[in-house]
């Protein structure tokens, strides 16, 4: 893998990830004025979470069409995010980021000592980290699904080098990397991209897991990952798929109409931790597992993806690696929508029992096959 | 506040709640088979809570137009779920729920033993509980902005009827009064109505309000709520409404673009505790925020609008009784969306700042002053 960093018209860094050893042309000539960017953190005291304030985003731009769009190479005529004409996979900061390098991770409590209580309830800082956006192909068409093994080896060496870099940045306490894919969950740009997010907290879905992970492991002296993994594979009936190093199924407890975890059978905390065996059987099994979402309805299903990976201080003892790729659609022409139970309880109703999930599944004929 | 019980066709439960003292005729003369109801719970291990599956939700009858709506009173060649002709506030059982009553509550471990881990991980029950639907007039297109005080007042007598009624069933542990207005968050019955859910379990995100308010109390001897609901009234820059017995503020690190959190000024435990003084405002204070919503756009937002109540059992001394209102919508046909962040790791990125939504929202005009 050649790695070539150069920087973009606002400062921003870009970086391209070949295969071979190619050199890249092409220095970005257009007048790219940074926006006024101004994310913050605050502390909820209820839920003892974050949130991320990021106002400059309300104006980033929704859905170009392919002429217009800023992730495709750069064309005379059409200048984009990526100056040179041609590429393999490129990562580059993003434009309307929710965390922000260069900002002061000074903690405030507005409410300080005034009302006599504790002082700690209005608390702001500045959202220090890092948004990268990860193009996997030029071809503004394709899906991850379309992707040959090759590529996805190739992608699969940028996220674990984003890991790995991002981790040394100061402040940054986990690295997220996730890809939305359809406009029926707010997809912005249809190109084909990934996001990273280098977070300065750890997510409350992490903090969830390895508070379970801890508790479990203080009660049997087990990881309940292995543990988990074991008791899927034994049961059996929620498998999609499985090789040698990995197994895909859907949770016996999904929250999504369409779930699949999928884990490495030997733990490891994060992409970095991947050996070489693991890493080699990865292209096949992602691109299989991909392929289903795209064919389990009459078009490809709208879907999240992500890497769960351990942070980067706490909690590696216990964590294991591993992707959670689900659709919100439940159904032909139907989609799961988050109401009153799920987005103001976080309590989840799911139409669609796992393991039918996984017979639908397993049941997606390989392209071709139909 | 009259109150006349009742049976549909099925067997479930109709009850109308009236302001004066009306008799309610009409039989339910329609043929109609209970579905085949199979919900069940099953407990996340990696996230320490219970998922609902209701497989016969799939069928659900979607967005009917007026002439079809089931949530109408019934007329001569449309019998609807209502069978008078007429009704104020009518509440039933609905028809798919997706707890139900009548269920053995009775745990099973699929996993159990075989794998020499703790046989706990693959844990399933009945989804015991009770959903119920609200009508909160006959009225098809009104929106619950458009209620009178009066009708306002009699929703919030059958609010407390319910949720005192529902923690009677054995196996209830919380009830949650909620409603979904838009089609853009997956309303299926444009007929304006509200949903009450009586979980079996305490929902995820009141056990982590809970968890905070515990943790607060051991740390200062102070209520959290309470002293949240200082810090904003102090600071006073994210109310949107006061009166002498309620406040109505952006929460300083809302998750929602829009979103209000009501509290009355004298904490109390859930709608069965508040006095009369606090009652005796509530419909204007609501008829007053909600109309804000209705108005805040081109057309009424999209909302979710959710009491939050204290358990019935555990975690009363120190909760709150508040209500939550937000909207998805972030700008004029905008919508926010769950993508990676959130829905991946339940972590929130906002783009519109607390202040500013507060000041939208206090600048909205009031009807026919605009």
């Not at 922000?100 to 409410?111: H, K, S, W």
Request: net charge negative.
């Amino acid at each position: 893998m050649k790695k070539t960093s150069s920087r973009l018209a606002d400062g921003r860094e870009l970086i391209y990830f070949d295969s071979t050893d190619v050199s890249h042309q092409g220095e970005d000539d257009r007048l790219l004025s940074r926006p006024q960017l101004t994310s913050e953190l605050r502390y909820d005291p209820l839920l003892e979470t974050w949130v991320i304030y990021a106002s400059h985003r309300q104006d980033r731009t929704f859905l170009p069409d392919a002429t217009h769009c800023p992730l495709c190479p750069s064309r005379p005529g059409h200048l984009t995010e990526v100056p040179d004409d041609r590429y393999e996979v490129v990562v580059f900061e993003n434009r309307f980021p929710a965390l922000m390098t260069g900002l002061a991770d000074q903690v405030m409590q507005r409410d300080a000592l005034s009302h006599g209580h504790s002082g700690d309830l209005l608390t702001e800082r500045g959202a220090a980290g890092r948004c990268e956006v990860v193009c996997f192909t030029a071809d503004h068409d394709a899906f991850f699904a379309d992707l040959s093994p090759a590529r996805v080896d190739l992608v699969i060496d940028v996220l674990v080098d984003r890991t790995v870099e991002l981790a040394r940045i100061p402040g940054v306490e986990q690295v997220f990397c996730f890809e939305n894919s359809g406009s029926e969950i707010g997809v912005t740009q249809s190109h084909p991209h990934g996001q990273i997010y280098a977070y300065p907290f750890i997510t409350p879905r992490t903090e969830r897991m390895l508070y379970a992970a801890n508790s479990y492991y203080r009660r049997t002296r087990r990881n309940l990952f292995e543990d988990v993994l074991a008791a899927e594979r034994s049961d059996g009936s929620r498998i999609v798929l499985a090789t040698e190093q990995w197994t895909c199924f859907v949770p016996h407890a999904a929250r999504w109409p369409f779930e699949v975890h999928c884990y490495p059978n030997r733990r490891v905390p994060d992409l970095a931790g991947l050996d070489l065996d693991q890493r080699a059987e990865l292209p096949e099994v992602l691109l299989d597992l991909y392929g289903r979402y795209s064919r389990l309805f009459d078009r490809p299903a709208p879907y999240i993806a992500g890497w769960h990976q351990a942070p980067i201080r706490e909690g590696r003892r216990h964590f294991a690696l591993h992707l959670e790729l689900f659709t919100l659609q439940r159904a032909e022409h139907k989609l799961k929508y988050l109401a009153g139970s799920e987005s103001g309880m976080d309590s989840f109703a799911n139409d669609v029992l796992p393991e039918v999930a996984a017979q639908r599944l397993r049941g997606v004929p390989r392209e071709g096959v139909a």
